[in-house]
């Protein structure tokens, strides 16, 4: 059986969880939320895409 979930579903996960269990301040998680949103609209975000995308590709063992 095979389960596909979103990236952003998984780091929303481990964001809750970082909240809840090890004592992370919500306004924290929301600073870094939107420092990754205002992220995207630099010359970085290609490279992060890329890199993110490499990266999941290598977990998941997918050779295109």
Not at 14 to 26: D, I
Not at 57 to 63: K, L, Q, Y
Request: glycine share 12%.
């Amino acid at each position: 059986m095979t389960v596909s979930l979103p990236l952003v579903v998984l780091l929303g996960f481990f964001a809750w969880g970082a909240v809840k269990f090890l004592g992370v301040r919500t306004w924290i998680v929301v600073l870094i939320a939107l420092f990754g949103f205002w992220l995207s609209g630099t010359f970085m975000a290609p490279a992060i895409e890329s890199g993110t995308r490499s990266g999941v590709d290598i977990v998941n063992g997918s050779h295109n």
